[in-house]
T-cell receptor
Framework: GQQVMQIPQYQHVQEGEDFTTYCNSS?????IQWYKQRPGGHPVFLIQ?????EVKKQKRLTFQFGEAKKNSSLHITATQTTDVGTYFC??????????FGTGTSLTVIP | SQTIHQWPATLVQPVGSPLSLECTVE??????LYWYRQAAGRGLQLLFY??????ISSEVPQNLSASRPQDRQFILSSKKLLLSDSGFYLC???????????FGSGTRLTVV
């Protein structure tokens, strides 16, 4: 299957600091999705990006799709303890099935 | 509204025993259905996906199989479990390809 890599694997930040996770694909993607998984929980869909260079915002979260549609990023401004969890990107080159990245586990220190 | 149910929540099974995990979706018709596995501290691995009854694609060759006996029912099975089958199994659905997935609450399987 498709390879989607994410960095970093772990990130510890002080509450109020910013956080960014990066997603890279070996092939051009048609769509990329982002999910959040709280500890002990299941992934929850956050957003989908489909256009080259697309930027979408959800409150303190900013999602970006690269111009070449091979990479994406999620940036959280001024992290809060409620942001704790693992963030996954999931890419598809057909739009039918999505391949998940390895995830970035975010710890927010109060 | 649509809901997805997955059971059991946890399962401890001996090596060599069979497995059957069930997932059902309510409130929609002809959903796209998926089975993923997540090893401890790892990402999600796509195992099977189905766009309709008796239309199942396998992503990873292994001793697992999937069936879709009804439109909104997706079953993951194994005839003989291996230690390496331990993990967190997640069922998901989407209304159409390219939409976000809604995941079930998952089954934590430990093979002993």
């Amino acid at each position: 299957g498709q390879q989607v890599m994410q960095i970093p694997q772990y990130q510890h930040v002080q509450e109020g600091e910013d956080f960014t996770t990066y997603c890279n694909s070996s092939t051009t993607l048609s769509n990329i999705q982002w999910y959040k998984q709280r500890p002990g929980g299941h992934p929850v869909f956050l957003i989908q990006l489909v256009k080259s260079g697309e930027v979408k915002k959800q409150k303190r979260l900013t999602f970006q799709f690269g111009e070449a549609k091979k990479n994406s990023s999620l940036h959280i401004t001024a992290t809060q303890t409620t942001d704790v969890g693992t963030y996954f990107c999931a890419g598809s080159n057909t739009g039918n099935q999505f391949y998940f990245g390895t995830g970035t586990s975010l710890t927010v220190i109060p | 509204s649509q809901t997805i149910h997955q059971w059991p929540a946890t399962l401890v099974q001996p090596v060599g025993s069979p497995l059957s995990l069930e997932c059902t979706v309510e409130g929609t018709s002809n959903p796209n259905l998926y089975w993923y596995r997540q090893a401890a501290g790892r990402g999600l691995q796509l195992l099977f996906y189905s766009i309709g009854i008796d239309q199942i694609s396998s992503e990873v060759p292994q001793n697992l199989s999937a069936s879709r006996p009804q439109d909104r029912q997706f079953i993951l099975s194994s005839k003989k479990l291996l230690l390496s089958d331990s993990g967190f199994y997640l069922c998901a659905w989407s209304p159409d390809p390219g939409y976000g997935y809604t995941f079930g609450s998952g089954t934590r399987l430990t093979v002993v």
